[in-house]
């Protein structure tokens, strides 16, 4: 059971937006900035967004990430094929004193 | 450029104690912007944080893994490194290790190839 919740998966078709939520809590997101991560299994992950908004260089702006009180959301625009992957969101919990990922949801772009 | 590499026994018996090292290139791990953490994918589950040290030695562990949980840093060798006792079938996954950026919301930036672990006898 993960602290932070997400969906188990979404999906939408090429061209399309999807949005994928992290709820967490008072003590995490409520609290701290939120990262959001995409995943291939086998391979490392790669940090999408940081400080809850901020992408790193070289990361489109198609992805963009927000927040309201105790929940997080990453949106991607004008899907692809090639964003089919796995996406965590991951902060720091003041009251566990350590990070926290969600459960992660599978995107499948149709 | 940061690099960071995992190394390790890709297979540990049950029962036994997982030891892998984690070598940091391209900055210092004792960089105060910066701190280093694990990160582990079993098959079929999602991403777990395991743990992190920053270079004073201060460590963070999992609240669910924190009983069989040691991290190290080695700041004369830039490397840090990760054990865990009492090794199970459920503790097989791809390990990674990862640099935490503390001006970037704690955000794990940067990260290993990773280095598969087996459990098996």
């Known amino acids: 059971q993960s602290v932070l919740t997400q969906p188990p998966s979404v999906s939408a078709a090429p061209g399309q937006k999807v949005s994928i939520s992290c709820s967490g809590s008072?003590?995490?997101?409520?609290?701290?900035?939120v990262s959001w991560y995409r995943h291939l299994p086998g391979t490392a992950p790669q940090l999408l967004i940081f400080?809850?908004?901020e992408r790193p260089s070289g990361i489109p702006d198609r992805f963009s990430g927000s927040a309201s009180g105790t929940s997080a959301t990453l949106g991607i625009t004008g899907l692809q094929t090639g964003d089919e992957a796995d996406y965590y969101c991951?902060?720091?919990?003041?009251?566990?004193?350590?990070?926290?990922f969600g459960g992660g949801t599978k995107l499948t772009v149709l | 450029q940061l690099q960071l590499e995992e190394s390790g026994p890709g297979l540990v018996k049950p029962s036994e104690t997982l030891s892998l090292t984690c070598g940091v290139s391209?900055?210092?791990?004792?960089?105060?912007?910066?701190?280093w953490g694990w990160v582990r994918h079993p098959p079929g589950k999602g991403l777990e944080w395991i743990g992190s040290?920053?270079?004073?030695?201060?460590?963070y562990y999992n609240p669910s893994l924190k009983s069989r949980v040691s991290i190290f840093v080695d700041t004369s060798k830039d490397q840090f490194s990760l054990h865990l006792t009492s090794m199970t079938a459920s503790d097989s996954a791809l390990y990674f290790c990862?640099?935490?950026?503390?001006?970037?919301?704690?955000?794990?930036?940067?990260w290993g190839q990773g280095t598969l672990v087996t459990v098996s006898s």
């Open positions: 040290i920053y270079f004073t030695g201060d460590t």
């Open positions: 391209g900055d210092s791990i004792s960089n105060i912007d910066s701190y």
């Open positions: 990862a640099r935490h950026q503390r001006n970037r919301g704690s955000s794990l930036d940067s």
């Open positions: 400080d809850t908004k």
């Open positions: 008072n003590s995490n997101i409520g609290t701290n900035f």
């Open positions: 991951g902060t720091w919990d003041d009251r566990l004193s350590a990070w926290v």
